[in-house]
Nanobody, 121 residues
Framework: VQLQASGGGLVQAGGSTRLSCSGS????????IGWFRQAPGKEREGITY????????YYIDSVKGRFTISRDNAQKTAHLQMNSLRPEDTAVYFC???????????????WGYGTLVTVSS
């Protein structure tokens, strides 16, 4: 199983960037996909999830209205569009595969390697 996040880099505050996640070694369309992040000195947090067919999404309050998660099952990819970035969004971002049973998001089953996003003020 492999999950690979890409697209990180240095972005100015107020700017945008898009992260991508590609998966292999598992049945992509059977799994919800999510993004976690870990900022320097802070605990890892789940920030957004998307269900298997994309009809259900979840966002934490701090990214709601600024970040958008999407997925393309034919390409086995997911994306995180990040707009209106703030210095506090600086973190290593990880894509994960997790279970969504229609009412609950479970802990990630697989983790990918992270990608660093640095937002300069």
């Amino acid at each position: 199983v492999q999950l690979q996040a890409s697209g990180g880099g240095l972005v100015q505050a107020g700017g945008s960037t898009r992260l991508s996640c590609s998966g292999s070694g598992f049945t992509w369309e059977y799994w919800a996909i999510g993004w976690f992040r870990q900022a320097p000195g802070k605990e890892r947090e789940g920030i957004t999830y998307i269900s298997m067919n994309g009809d259900t999404t979840y966002y934490i309050d701090s990214v709601k209205g600024r970040f958008t998660i999407s997925r393309d099952n034919a390409q086995k990819t997911a994306h995180l569009q990040m707009n209106s970035l703030r210095p506090e969004d600086t973190a290593v971002y990880f894509c994960v595969a997790l279970v969504w049973d229609g009412s609950r998001w479970y802990d990630p089953h697989w983790w990918g390697y992270g990608t660093l996003v640095t937002v300069s003020s």
